[in-house]
């Protein structure tokens, strides 16, 4: 299954289809009849598999700012 999902991740597909895709394919996690996508995640991710233009979170929320714009106007 590991080897299937960095097949699959070097294909350009996201964590979510890849976790469809081997629950379809008869894959399961040892506690569900399904393949989590947090599972598909940490195989990649152990592999250093990246997905391609995808941040794993915000840089910038709107409407919030930065900690280096915060301690600017704070004097720090």
């Known amino acids: 299954?590991?080897?299937r999902i960095l097949e699959l991740?070097?294909?350009?597909?996201?964590d979510a289809e890849i976790a469809n895709t081997l629950t379809?394919?008869?894959?399961?996690?040892?506690r569900r009849n399904y393949v989590p996508v947090r599972?598909?995640?940490?195989?990649?991710q152990r592999h250093r598999v990246l997905q391609d233009g995808v941040a794993?979170?915000?840089?910038?929320?709107?409407?919030w700012l930065p900690v280096t714009a915060t301690a600017k106007r704070l004097g720090v």
């Open 24 to 30: 379809q394919e008869g894959h399961r996690s040892p």
């Open 56 to 63: 794993t979170r915000a840089r910038h929320i709107a409407g």
């Open 39 to 44: 599972t598909v995640q940490i195989v990649r």
């Open 1 to 3: 299954m590991q080897a």
């Open 9 to 14: 991740a070097r294909q350009g597909f996201d």
